[in-house]
């Protein structure tokens, strides 16, 4: 696996574990200064807006399931993720853009979007 979109899985999955979503310090590692998300209730996040919406999560953290995984080059430092996340019941398409920031790489965009029950 190349090594960026493997730095991008593993951020990715870290972001939804409760210990980085309860970290104000690991929300900042993760999440780059130019971030924005577009939320599954179509709200247009910032990163200064979203992270203090993530630590006031209150709710039991449950397991989230990624299936239909894939990942794409978007440019020399850039890869775009994809995936079916189930959590809580519900499922939604997910996508991710991380960038490299040297021996890491950072979030600067996610979009979730709700699939309806069938």
Same mark, same amino acid.
């Given at each position: ?9 593993? %951020?990715?999955?870290?972001? #939804?574990?409760? &210990? ?5 310090? @690991? !929300? /900042? +590692?993760?999440? =780059? ?5 577009? %939320?599954?209730?179509?709200? #247009?996040?910032? &990163? ?5 919406? @993530? !630590? /006031? +999560?209150?709710? =039991? ?58």
């Amino acid at each position: 696996m190349d090594p960026l979109v493997a730095l991008a899985w593993r %951020g990715e999955e870290a972001l #939804l574990s409760p &210990r980085v979503r309860s970290s104000s310090r @690991l !929300l /900042d +590692e993760h999440l =780059a200064p130019d971030f924005s998300e577009i %939320g599954q209730s179509g709200r #247009l996040w910032s &990163r200064a807006e979203i992270i203090p919406a @993530l !630590l /006031d +999560e209150t709710a =039991a953290a449950s397991e989230a399931t990624m299936s239909d995984r894939e990942a794409r080059s978007t440019g020399p430092d850039t890869v775009l993720l994809t995936y079916r996340l189930q959590l809580d019941g519900r499922q939604s398409w997910r996508s991710s853009l991380w960038r490299r920031e040297g021996d890491t790489a950072q979030c600067s965009f996610h979009q979730g979007t709700t699939i309806p029950p069938a």
